[in-house]
């Protein structure tokens, strides 16, 4: 059964810092790991999707890794804004015909101005 | 391009009513998934609706059921309510179903109370 952990739980940093949020999965069997951040009381903004062919995604500040082997995914924020503060997501598509996600418990970041 | 949209984003309802969620996806996508998030358990799938059948179905007992439309809108309904069900209920759609690529967009969620 597949299981995606995320460490850390909370983080706190000054603004400016450069970040790494971490996302773990058992079964290194997956089609695809999408990131999404999450506003409190709000629902899911896609930020970067990895295929599992892919060892990484970019989109502005944010880098996204994957080394399927290892069962690891990083979430590189540079330069971390107040803006960024949210609760980050990873989850994971085990592929077959089916759309299914399986989300980690998700990782919140306040960015201190 | 419109978003998801979810209709009603929050809802009231005593135990044992019933309730009905809509979610109409991203115009052209024709997979509608729906998920649970509760802060015990986080984000659980619920069931996976492509071209109007079910394609996936995760562990929720039988009074969790839904359905798709021939215009990709979806429904999920929730009888005889528990107060355990009190949730935000997230939809998420995606242009095709079973591909490598397949990104995956989220609506605002529906907050449901069950008093």
């Known amino acids: 059964k597949q299981e995606v952990t995320q460490i850390p739980a909370a983080l706190s940093v000054p603004e400016g810092e450069n970040l790494v949020l971490n996302c773990s999965f058992t079964?290194?069997?997956?089609?695809?790991l999408q990131w999404f951040r999450q506003d409190p009381g709000k629902g899911l903004t896609s930020l970067l999707l990895?295929?599992?062919?892919?060892r990484e995604q970019t989109s502005g500040r944010l880098n996204a890794s994957l080394d399927k082997s290892s069962g690891r995914s990083t979430l590189y924020i540079a330069a971390s804004q107040p803006g960024d503060s949210a609760t980050y997501l990873c989850?994971?598509?085990?592929?077959?015909?089916?759309?299914?996600?399986?989300f980690g418990t998700g990782t919140l970041l306040a960015v201190q101005p | 391009k419109a978003g998801v949209t979810q209709t009603p984003r929050y809802l009231i309802k005593t135990r044992g009513q019933q309730v009905t969620l809509s979610c109409s996806p991203i115009?052209?996508?024709?997979?509608v998934s729906w998920y649970q998030q509760t802060p015990g358990q986080g984000l659980q799938f619920l069931f996976e609706?492509?071209?109007?059948?079910?394609?996936n179905k995760g562990n929720f007992p039988g009074r969790f059921s839904g359905r798709q439309f021939s215009n990709s809108r979806s429904e999920m309904n929730v009888s005889t309510l528990e107060l355990g069900d009190s949730a935000l209920y997230l939809c998420?759609?995606?242009?095709?179903?079973?591909?490598?690529?397949?990104?995956?967009?989220f609506g605002p969620g529906t907050r449901l109370t069950v008093l």
């Open positions: 609706y492509f071209s109007e059948t079910q394609r």
């Open positions: 989850a994971v598509r085990q592929g077959g015909a089916t759309n299914k996600l399986i």
């Open positions: 115009s052209g996508h024709r997979s």
């Open positions: 998420a759609s995606s242009l095709t179903s079973g591909t490598s690529y397949n990104e995956q967009f």
């Open positions: 079964d290194s069997a997956i089609y695809n």
């Open positions: 990895i295929q599992s062919s892919q």
